[in-house]
């Protein structure tokens, strides 16, 4: 599948994959210098690019697990959602959340992004639903 990527700034680096199997793929930080992102803080985090998913699926922001375990940044939304006809630019809102202030680099892998396909459903109001065995059991009903 291709994906167009517009450079919004000449420096911006094209998201690639880590590895052959890698679902995701790393985005680069595009900053005016370095930021640091205080104990408990987020940051808004460009990347200097614009893409253009394709109709039927949606990009997906995910942290990259390495810089959530070992200095606790992730993205504050948990998972950033790009829509098909989202044209700006691609930011990542970063949180701190380890209990020490973190510096981000230009050019530091900041998130990956996952393509995926989506089906968008039609919404039908009901007076009644299907009975099943679960239920309306929820958070943690099923047991650990």
Do not use: W
């Amino acid at each position: 599948m291709k994906v167009k990527v517009k450079k919004l700034d000449g420096r911006a680096i094209l998201p690639t994959y880590g590895s052959a199997g890698a679902a995701g793929a790393d985005l680069y930080a595009l900053l005016g210098g370095d930021i640091t992102i205080g104990a408990g803080e987020t940051a808004l985090i460009g990347t200097g690019l614009a893409l253009e998913i394709p109709e039927g699926y949606v990009g997906l922001v995910y942290a990259r697990s390495g810089l959530a375990t070992k200095r606790g940044l992730a993205p504050a939304n948990k998972v950033g959602v790009i829509d098909s006809d989202y044209r700006g630019e691609l930011k990542v809102a970063l949180y701190n959340q380890s209990s020490e202030a973190q510096t981000v680099a230009t050019g530091e892998r900041i998130a990956q992004l996952v393509i995926a396909p989506y089906l968008t459903a039609d919404y039908e109001e009901a007076d009644e639903l299907t009975d099943s065995k679960r239920g309306a059991g929820g958070f943690g009903s099923t047991g650990k």
